[in-house]
């Protein structure tokens, strides 16, 4: 979902005297799922440049980004229906045909554990794939210490089935700070906080400290008026 479908609940709805989306935990939250929708976004781009290029980078890629994003998209929608509060819920808008739907994509792509075990079995046996994907992840390197020290602890060989969830999911955030990156996108400091340096299992939970301002003026340029 377009993260700016946020911007006139949030920016209209008062609490405590404040507009919703100038209070500071709010402003966290709408931050992290701005960075969360675009380095989906950016994922999928790179996966169909990859494709156009004939690059055997898709052969992995397109395993790695549908397990991840279809993993995230569930719990996205969750907290995008909270941040428009009951307007959210109510089936007089598009949320909740949007949270109903979300976990059908793990489905109708692939089962989770279908899709890891698919790109670990790419990984075995396409060492054109493996060596295209170790090129895309290690040319964004040197940027970001977080990014560097996150590699350096990545596995991408001698990989065992039990652990092809975790596997594709470290992969997958790899690849997403690595898109960002070479875009020279002013996002990727901030998902590298987020994911990498102090990640958190629910968005806007992170203690990284990220401008939050301009990533969400980014997504909503309108919003913060």
């Given at each position: ?9 949030t ?26 929708s ?82 670990l ?105």
């Open positions: 979902m377009a993260i700016d479908a946020l911007d006139a609940p920016a209209h709805r008062i609490f405590m005297q404040h507009r919703l989306i100038e209070q500071p935990a709010m402003m966290s939250v709408l931050a992290d799922l701005a960075v969360e675009e380095a989906a976004t950016a994922l999928a781009f790179q996966v169909g440049a990859a494709f156009d290029m004939a690059d055997p980078l898709s052969r992995l890629l397109t395993p790695i980004a549908k397990y991840w994003v279809c993993k995230r998209a569930p719990a996205m929608v969750y907290v995008a229906m909270e941040c428009l509060g009951g307007t959210g819920y109510v089936e007089t808008g598009p949320m909740p045909r949007l949270f109903r739907q979300s976990p059908l994509n793990a489905i109708w792509e692939g089962s989770g554990n279908v899709i890891a075990l698919d790109a079995r790419a990984m075995a046996r396409e060492p054109q794939a493996l060596d295209s994907l170790r090129e895309f992840l290690f040319s964004a390197s040197g940027r970001y210490p977080s990014y560097d020290n996150h590699l350096k602890t990545l596995k991408i060989s001698g990989l065992a089935e039990h652990n092809a969830r975790n596997i594709v999911e470290q992969l997958a955030i790899s690849a997403q700070a690595a898109v960002l990156d070479n875009a020279d996108n002013p996002v990727a400091e901030a998902f590298c906080k987020l994911r990498l340096d102090r990640p958190s299992n629910l968005f806007g939970a992170s203690t990284a400290v990220i401008d939050t301002r301009s990533i969400i003026e980014r997504a909503m340029p309108t919003a913060l008026m």
